[in-house]
Every structure is written in C-alpha cells, then in structure tokens.
C-alpha cells in the first residue's frame, strides 16, 4: 500500500510539474508570437519612434528658448526621460491593445478555447510588451548624445528596469481595457480618453512643482507619474546638475509637502502592474 | 491525463486512395483501435438547453455520436447549430440538460473536455500574420503537444490537407480554401478524440468543398478520429454517417441518409422499353406497384438499386434504359420540416442515379 502511495504522490507531483512547465511554454509562446509579429510590421516599429521624436525636437526646442538655460541645463534634457517614458507607454498600451484586433480577427477565440489558463495567456502576452516597449524605449536612448544627456552603462541598466516595470505596468493596464473594448472603433476612443491624458498628465513633459492646485492633483492621481519620475530620477542623478538646475527641474513627487522615496514610487507601480494583472487575467474572455 | 496526447498509434495503414468518398467508406477501414478506450459513444448529448433571455436557441435535444462517425448536423441559419457546438465546447453554459464529450462532462470537467477536442469555427480564427507553420506551432503548445512530436504532428497534418510546400508561407497570402483547410490540419495537430467543424465549407467552391471532404474522411480514416459537423448545403450532409436535421432548436429527423431518404418515400426505378404497356402488366402480376407514365415505366420498389435485375427480369421486354431515382436530402429536409431549406446549393453535385449505381452495393 504504501508503494502505491508512494507511486501516485510522485506521479501527482510530476503532474504537478508539468503542469507549470507547460504554463511556462504558453507563456513564451505567447510572447513569441508577440515578437514575431511586432518584427513583422516595420512600419509599426517606425511609427512608434515618430511621434516621441517629434515631440522631443519640437517641444524640446521650443520650450527651451522659452524657459531658457539654468547652469547649461535646458529643458530638452528635462524632458528627455520624459519621452523616452513616452515611447514606453505608447508602444506597450499599443501592443496590448492588439488583443482588440486579435478578437476582429478571431485568433482570440483561438486562444481562449485552448486548455490553458487564462493568466498564461496574458502574462505572455503582457511580458511580450514589455519586451518591445523595453526595447523601443532603449533605442530612444541613442538620441542622448544629440540632446547633450550623459550615459554611463550602469545609468542604462537602470533605464532599462525601470523601463521594463513601466511598460509592464502599462501593458497589464492596456490588456485590461482592450479586453472591455468589443468593437475596433473603441481603440481610438481609449488612445483619446486614456492614453494621451495619461502621458500629458504625468510630468513626463513638464516639472511638477509649481503646479495649479487641480493640475497637482490629477498628475498625483495618475499612476504613470510614479513610473515616470525615477526613471527621470536616475538619468539627472549622473547629470551634474548644478543646484540651481536641480532646483528649476527637480525631481520626485511630493504629496502635502512630503517627497516619496524613489522606492516608494517604484512600489506604487508595482501595486499598479499586480492590480491590474489581475483585473486583466479576470477580464480575459469569459465564456457566455 | 497525458494519453490523449499520444500519438495515434494506430499501425500501418494501407494506403488510402480516396476514390470512394461515400458514407459507407467507413466500413472499408480500420476505425476502432487508438481511440477506441472504455467510453463507448464519443459524444452524448441528454436534453441540452440554451436560452439567450427570451430566445430559446436550443430547445432541450439529445443525441449520440458513437466514436469514428461523421455526425452532421444539417439546419438553416439560426437553427441553434453553432450553440449546440458552443456548449459541447465548453464556450457556452447550458441553461438545462447535460452533455458528455469523450465521457467527460461539458460543465464538469472543461478542460478535460477541451483538451479531447478539436475545433473549427464558422469564422476564422488564424493569424494572417504569421506562418502556417507559426500557427500550428502556437497550436501545439497550447493543447501540449509533447515538445518531441510537434515537427512529425505538423508535418502529417499539413501532409493531411495538402499544404505542405505551403508551410513557411504567411496565412495573409493563402485563399479562403486553403486557410479553411490550415485550420481543420490545426484542429486535428493534438490528435483530438472529437473534431468539431461548424460549417466547414462555407463559402467555398465546389471544387474546394470536394477537397475538403476528401480531407474530412481522411481524417476520420486515418486517425479514426469522431466528426461532428454542421452545414446547411444538403448535398453535404450525404457524405456523413448519420444525420441529425436542426430547426428552430429541437431535432426534427435524426438517422442515416438513406434511412432519412427512405422515410420519406420508396426509390423509384424508371424503364423506358420497347413495349410499356406489356411491361407494366408483366410487373403488377408479378407484385410490384407499377404507374405508367408517358415515355417509361415508373416502378415502387424499397431498394430500388438490388431490385432492379429483377425488376428487369419481370418486365419481360427489351429494356433500353433503366434509371434509379431515389428522394434526396431537400425532399427529406421538406418533408420533416415543411419548408425547403433556405440555402441550398441550386445543382446537386452528382446525378442521384449514377451515385447509387456506381457506390452502392
Ligand atoms: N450570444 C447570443 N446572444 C443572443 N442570441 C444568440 C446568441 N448566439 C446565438 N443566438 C441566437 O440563437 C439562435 C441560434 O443561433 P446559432 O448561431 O446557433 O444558429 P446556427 O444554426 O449556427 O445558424 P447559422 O447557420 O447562421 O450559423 C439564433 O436565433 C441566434 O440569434
Ligand atoms: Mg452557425
């Protein structure tokens, strides 16, 4: 008897096994695909470079003969980490969204009726955004130099974890929406009614001190200024701001006069991603 | 749990040459051993339900499907097929009854119940942007395709409907027929117990529909693999076993086509002789119910095919044609539900006649 036993906890532990290892293959399937077709539509990559660079030339330029140079620092290099979270957040709500074309082209249903759990499906799909958010926003960095913004590897590292939690955050909150969204004319309405607001109003683009009282609060509400923020956090660190600089384009959030730690910022987007990880995993195509 | 995904090991098969693609091909093969386990019907159906709010889309129907059979499932539009399919695939709740697939329960045990199953949609549901190959390898992870057998699975697949040289090739640039036919290889990459097809041929060319029925009895041929079907072209529903007629949500007529075709109405043989009067005296005294018509004779007979030497031999006169005609599936469609099916395809892809001389036994 107790060989059997033994027999059938082993072999339940086995099934156990691979269990989660056919979990893990969904997931890197489901990213797969996610890169595969993201490589395949070039224009796509060159689209989501367009609108960050022109954003980045004209506002930068133009915004900085207006705010002028405090101790050689200007307001292209303020806003630098801006855009690249720009690029980030666009590419990774984008790629979640395909889910909507997934469902016009019915390969949603493909998905959803395979025996696999609904959370593989959109952990693959969200870590195959983050991926390619990671990486658009990693190529913006090449425009550094040209804006006068110092890099070290250890700062690009950074750049990059914080990218990738970001575009993690952004891509589970993306799967969310696309999977309320049924019709494709609903796309444009959440670009317009979420995304746009949620980039203008989250500091990527102007400093968050000195703000009017209703502007200050709406950015402190949006959770993509807590993402924004230490990623403009590391870049000044290695900048050699002088103190009047760092004073004009300071850093950090502050709620009531309090500054959040940089940690705490990062644990807020984290609560985010988890938050909406599972509000995406829920949404996900539930049978009729 | 892992035993579906063994791959049929159903031993050599002789060659299949596809050149009888009528119902009893069934009976020229092997369908019995790989899935052949101790559940014996492949799918039982016991008063299953589905309203939407107030629409009663499937009215309480059973059914058996045994294992190995071509089940389709003929009814117009809105008849409460493609819900019938949605509950037996887990994607829609029954509102009352129950349903098991491969022995298990469709409400009970989902997943075990998807992974026994393949399944093809009414509407398409293939990546245009990837490659065949690229669809059918995101197919084999997720029904867990063991990592060792996907290569031999897509290639015998793909080997099945014809797309082999295809294979690297984007789904963008296929027609509708070969993406049609990508998508039932796909169904059948797991070895599934039950294959689901909803309308298969839709939309495609006669000559593209004979080729998918080519692959359809493959399928079942070669993998012994249970088909459930549904279509509304009449002419279809003959290359299945049995036939199971849908409309307005309840079953209204559910047997073989002959059987369904012999409800209906006696074949009937048709002589042109040389002397008709004569002919039809020499059968009426021999027992057969006779009509002379203008130009021929018309004779009532059961079986009208094995009947017809004697018939021959009764009439007792030089024949100069002989012609069985027996009530197709738009007769048995009208008869059980007094209306003609709404789409049905205007010509018959055979002659009745030849069909029922040439493959019947
Ligand atoms: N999700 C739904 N919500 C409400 N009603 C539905 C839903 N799905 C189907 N119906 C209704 O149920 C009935 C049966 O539909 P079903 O799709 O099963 O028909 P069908 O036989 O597959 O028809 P077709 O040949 O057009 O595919 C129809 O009256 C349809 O309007
Ligand atoms: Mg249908």
Redesign the pocket.
Known sequence: MAAVDILVGSARLSDERNKIGFELRTIAMVWKRELIRFMRTKTRILSSFVQPILFLFVLGYGMTSLVGTTGGFDFKKFVFPGIVSMTVVTTAIFSAISIVWDREFGFLREMLVAPVSRGALVFGKALGGTTIATIQGTIMLALAPLIGVHLTVLLVIEVILLEALMAFALTTFGVFVASRIQKMEGFQVVMQLVLFPMIFLSGALFPLNGLPVWLAVITRINPLTYAVDPLRHVVFAVQNMPPAAAARFATGVTIFGNTIPVIGEIGIVVVFAVIFLGLAIRGFGKP? | MTESYDSASNGPRPENRFDDLLPNARQNTGVSTALDKNVPVAIDVQGIEKK??E?E?VKGISFQVERGEVFAFL??????????IRMLCTLARPTGGSAKVDGFDVMQQPTAVRRRIGLVF?EPTLDQQLTAEENLQFHAVLYRVPRDQVEERIESVLRLVDLQDRRKDLVSTFSGGMARRLEIARGMLHTPAVLFL??PTIGLDPQTRALMWKDVLRLRNEEGVTIFL?T?YMDEAEYADRIAI?DH?TIVALDTPDHLKKMVGSDTVELTTSNNTLASSNLETQGFSVKVGDENVVVFADNGESQVTSIIEAAGVPIQNVRVHRPNLDDVFLHFTGRQIREGPAERSFPMHFRNFGHRR
């Open positions: 009729d | 939407y709010g629409i889309a009814g117009p539009n809105g008849a409460g097929k493609t819900t019938t009414q909803d309308e549904t509304h849908i949500g």
